[in-house]
């Protein structure tokens, strides 16, 4: 005879079940219906800074229980021009538009993708150890990078004419940021670059060959010992000299390193409530603790006052 006890005992594990189910299903619900803070979308990413996205990211994950948001790592190139073609929702590329992409939105206007800076990084040239130079001229980084032959006898250390070494080719956004940062929209020179597939496989090369220079992001390579960053001197806007400085995110906030480079989160279309990937933007590029997360990996986060007094070394 099943006693009463057990009756209840069974009506309240399958009171339990059903509850369960019910708050699954309630959860998949939330994932399939979008709204700026639920849903499913899938971020397309620059590989050379998907690694520093990762703390952010597990912030909003935390907050936003009904949202399943997942980053991958895409061809630079290719991920804008899909955007650009409304075949992507959301990209974040450590580059602006490049001059071909400029010059289709100037054609077309509407083409233009809403956008937001999440954080600045800064294009870095590093060597090996052995190196015989700690400082280089901007001007002369330039002038290596277009093909000139003028600029080795200001290096009479140097055997030859260095290559520079990047990765992800001319996809890339390291390359793209070479056009657009350092030659302002021109093409560098074919001899002086040579391209591997992956940031380690540069700092292998790199650290082992005096005659190479690597090209990466500050946040690559500011805790990296088998390379170091050159120290580059430059020339303002307005004609007054800057003496080279350590490689720093305290010099890349106060404006004083050459070459800072723009990381931005692209969306296809216009921010509103029910959409995901304007929710994900919004959170990342204000939120203070996800911005803190881009201080941390040692650049300058895109949303944020900072006051900062150096020592000129």
């Excluded at 369960?20 to 971020?43: M, R």
């Excluded at 890339?172 to 940031?199: D, E, Q």
């Excluded at 404006?255 to 989160?265: A, D, Q, R």
Aim: charge should be neutral; aromatic fraction near 10%.
């Amino acid at each position: 005879m099943i006693s009463s006890r057990t009756i209840l005992l069974v009506s309240a594990f399958v009171g339990f079940f059903a509850f369960s189910a019910c708050n699954e299903s309630a959860k998949q619900e939330a994932w399939q219906v979008e709204t700026a803070l639920s849903g499913t979308i899938t971020v397309v990413c620059d590989q050379e800074i998907l690694g520093i996205l990762a703390p952010a990211k597990a912030i909003y994950d935390r907050e936003h229980p009904n949202a399943r948001v997942s980053l991958v790592s895409a061809d630079v190139l290719n991920a804008m021009n899909r955007i650009l073609n409304h075949q992507e929702r959301i990209a974040i590329i450590a580059r602006d538009y490049i001059p071909t992409e400029d010059s289709a939105i100037s054609n077309d206007p509407s083409d233009t993708l809403p956008r937001t800076l999440l954080a600045r990084d800064a294009l870095v040239f590093f060597v090996s150890q052995s190196f015989p130079y700690d400082t280089m001229n901007a001007d002369d980084i330039r002038g290596w990078l277009s093909g000139s032959s003028d600029v080795l006898s200001s290096y009479p250390q140097l055997k030859k004419d260095p290559v520079f070494v990047v990765s992800g080719g001319s996809n890339g956004s390291i390359y793209a940021n070479i056009v657009n940062v350092v030659l302002k929209g021109k093409l560098p020179s074919a001899k002086r670059i040579a391209s591997l597939g992956t940031h380690d496989s540069v700092v292998r090369e790199v650290s082992g060959s005096v005659g190479a220079i690597g090209v990466g992001y500050l946040s690559q390579i500011q805790h990296d010992t088998l390379v170091k960053p050159l120290r580059l001197s430059y020339t303002n806007p307005d004609g007054t000299h800057e003496w080279p400085k350590p490689v720093h995110v305290s010099y890349l906030i106060m404006g004083k390193y050459p070459f800072p480079v723009p990381i931005y989160v692209y969306i296809r279309d216009m921010p509103n409530q029910y959409n995901l990937p304007s929710g994900f933007m919004q959170f990342i590029t204000r939120n203070a603790a996800a911005q803190k997360t881009f201080l941390t990996a040692g650049i300058e986060p895109g949303f944020g006052k900072f006051s900062l007094i150096m020592p000129e070394e």
